[in-house]
């Protein structure tokens, strides 16, 4: 069965820091660019960071670019989003997602997690 799993997040108080993780399984990851999506409140879903099959690539949203590092380990399928210095704004749903394109449109994505929750406190 081919899945995403996102785990991580939870509450966490401004200026702090979280990891969230995503365990595929199912597929061959290492032929997937995978990516990281968030979606707030009344807002539509948003890109934040994506990384190459390999992880020699990556690429940022703006407005977590210095804060956010992507990366994963293809040898456990896995992939992670350090998030530092959290801010009220970051609040959100955060996705997993895979393409087989790098991309920053979430409509290039095949697959997706079902989520997890960010709350920063301030």
């Known amino acids: 069965q081919v899945q995403l799993v996102e785990s991580g997040g939870g509450l966490v108080q401004a200026g702090g820091s979280s990891r969230l993780s995503c365990k595929a399984s199912?597929?061959?990851?290492?032929?997937?660019?995978m990516g990281w999506f968030r979606q707030a409140p009344g807002k539509e879903r948003e890109f934040v960071s994506t990384i190459s099959g390999s992880g020699a690539l990556t690429m940022y949203a703006d407005s977590v670019k210095g804060r956010f590092t992507i990366s994963r380990d293809n040898a456990n399928k896995m992939m992670y989003l350090q998030m530092n210095s959290l801010k009220s704004e970051d609040t959100a749903v955060y996705y997993c997602?895979?393409?087989?394109?790098?991309?920053?449109?979430?409509?290039?994505?095949?697959?997706w997690g079902q989520g997890t929750q960010v709350t920063v406190s301030s």
């Open positions: 199912g597929l061959i990851f290492s032929n997937y660019h």
């Open positions: 997602a895979a393409s087989l394109q790098l991309s920053s449109s979430s409509a290039k994505y095949l697959l």
